[in-house]
T-cell receptor
Framework: GENVEQHPSTLSVQEGDSAVIKCTYSDSASNYFPWYKQELGKRPQLIIDIRSNVGEKKDQRIAVTLNKTAKHFSLHITETQPEDSAVYFCAASNSGGSNYKLTFGKGTLLTVNP | GAVVSQHPSWVICKSGTSVKIECRSL??????MFWYRQFPKQSLMLMATSNEGSKATYEQGVEKDKFLINHASLTLSTLTVTSAHPEDSSFYIC?????????????FGAGTRLSVL
């Protein structure tokens, strides 16, 4: 089955700096890669996703890059703010069918210091 | 985005009793729903995949007789923790997949914190 590795497990940055979280996956059939943000005690919320036919996607301060050859994808947050502090999870899945499911990384605790 | 409602948000029960958790997609039909378990400061562990009108598919190591899943309609899935014990105490989160085919987005419920005394 799919295996997703996520690094780092914790990341501390100063407000205004950039943050980068990296993930690798094992199943070359995976073609959908979402990123979720989870604040303490809250539900995971989708912040951005990318599909395998695209190499990069950007939404304001958040961007995701995908390298299918190397089987890794990354989340980039620019101009970080204290409210960006949360746990971020990457995930990978195939596109559909009865075997569809998301496999999550172990998460990255991001702390943005004012 | 789509809304997934999960109830109850918090439940305390005595050891040996059963607890039912509901997961509803409020503004879309969810052919597939998922149940996860999350331990403190850890990732989301998929327990089972629930397809409307069919039996749930359980992940390896998850006891199907202990964690009963029913997905009777396109907007409701339930997880029943039977004969709960303290080791079942955890945060349980459901999610619903919007769209079939190539629609992959999963929306999560707010989670249920189960404490078994």
């Amino acid at each position: 089955g799919e295996n997703v590795e996520q690094h780092p497990s914790t990341l501390s940055v100063q407000e205004g700096d950039s943050a980068v979280i990296k993930c690798t996956y094992s199943d070359s059939a995976s073609n959908y890669f979402p990123w979720y943000k989870q604040e303490l005690g809250k539900r995971p919320q989708l912040i951005i996703d990318i599909r395998s036919n695209v190499g990069e996607k950007k939404d304001q301060r958040i961007a995701v890059t995908l390298n299918k050859t190397a089987k890794h994808f990354s989340l980039h947050i620019t101009e970080t703010q204290p409210e960006d502090s949360a746990v971020y999870f990457c995930a990978a899945s195939n596109s559909g069918g009865s075997n569809y499911k998301l496999t999550f990384g172990k998460g990255t605790l991001l702390t943005v210091n004012p | 985005g789509a809304v997934v409602s999960q109830h109850p948000s918090w439940v305390i029960c005595k050891s040996g009793t059963s607890v039912k958790i509901e997961c509803r997609s409020l503004d879309f039909q969810a052919t597939t729903m998922f149940w996860y378990r999350q331990f403190p400061k850890q990732s989301l562990m998929l327990m089972a995949t629930s397809n409307e009108g069919s039996k749930a598919t359980y992940e390896q190591g998850v006891e199907k007789d202990k964690f009963l899943i029913n997905h009777a309609s396109l907007t409701l899935s339930t997880l029943t923790v039977t004969s709960a014990h303290p080791e079942d105490s955890s945060f349980y989160i459901c999610s619903a997949r919007e769209g079939g085919g190539t629609g992959n987005i999963q929306y999560f419920g707010a989670g249920t914190r189960l404490s078994v005394l």
